[in-house]
């Protein structure tokens, strides 16, 4: 039994429902991103997503895209990102799971990024563009490694799709909450819930809705139906506004708090 499943284990015991924070690794540089993950974690971030950077990131927005655009500014790689886990998971304990495109977990190499994920501290890696059809090696990596694969599901996946993605999948299943990229919405789709009871039929995996989620109303409904919400592009967002003042990680950190109607 992995951190993950510790963290919502925990979460139903105490009888509330979850938050996952997004960042950027290396937005605005690697050293603040070791201090927000440590931040994060004292906010109450039940798992930390931390996004690569990747220059094509098709499912994102304008928002996370120029956090990407900004950190591949300052020509680091996955070792180095590693090592920022590494020294963050020294002082937390909360899960925490990469967020990338296939491409430059390809690069690394599927079986050593698994092996060195496992060492820096990682849990979980979520692969935006890898299909389960597709999966059975890189799953089998991890696997090996202690770690999760989590996949996601959306509002226009099939019966048959969710079935096939519940059987693979392990960690918890991230339900996009709305077809479409990455970005704040003024409110979140209805369609979210339908998905969530859809995926319960076919999984008994924790299960978090992202995508499109910005404020506390909208964290407080969506832990309403789904064992947590995600909050990526208002987190990032604020990053962009105040990433060039001095105590980053500080302002972060009261940003996220204010997020939190169910945790604080």
């Known amino acids: 039994m992995g951190r993950i499943t510790d963290a919502f284990d925990r ?9 996952m924070p997004f960042i950027t690794a290396g937005d605005p540089d690697l050293a603040t991103t070791e201090q927000l993950l440590i931040e994060l974690s004292k906010a109450g971030a039940t798992v930390i997503e931390l996004g690569v950077p990747f220059s094509d990131p098709m499912a994102d927005g304008p928002i996370i895209q120029r956090a990407s655009e900004r950190a591949l500014k300052h020509g680091f790689g996955m070792e180095e990102l590693l090592a920022v886990v590494s020294r963050a998971r ?15 977990l390809l690069q690394f190499g599927m079986q ?16 935006t563009d890898l ?8 799953a089998g990596a991890l696997r090996a490694n202690g770690l999760d694969l989590i996949f996601l599901v959306a509002p226009t996946s099939t019966d048959a799709r969710l079935e096939l993605i519940a059987q693979q999948a392990s960690g918890f299943i991230y339900a996009v909450s709305r077809a479409g990229v990455t970005g704040t ?7 979210a819930e339908r998905l969530v009871k859809r995926v319960r039929k076919f999984s008994s995996l924790p299960v978090a809705v ?21 909050v ?15 105590n980053v990680s500080g302002r972060i950190g009261e940003f996220v708090r204010k997020l939190l109607p169910a945790i604080t």
Not at 90 to 104: A, G, K, R, V
Not at 118 to 123: E, L
């Open 112 to 127: 050593r990024l698994a092996t060195a994920a496992r060492q820096a501290g990682v849990d979980g890696i979520l692969v």
């Open 210 to 230: 992202g995508f499109g989620i910005s404020n506390r109303d909208q964290v407080a409904d969506v832990q309403r139906y789904a064992d947590a919400a995600v």
């Open 185 to 191: 919405r003024e409110s979140v789709s209805a369609e």
């Open 131 to 138: 299909t389960p059809e597709e999966s059975a090696t890189f």
């Open 11 to 19: 979460l139903q015991a105490e009888g509330t429902k979850g938050f």
């Open 90 to 104: 020294q002082s937390i304990d909360t899960p925490i799971i990469l967020f990338s495109y296939f491409n430059p």
């Open 232 to 246: 990526g592009s208002a987190i990032v967002l604020e990053l962009e506004r105040v990433g060039g003042e001095s």
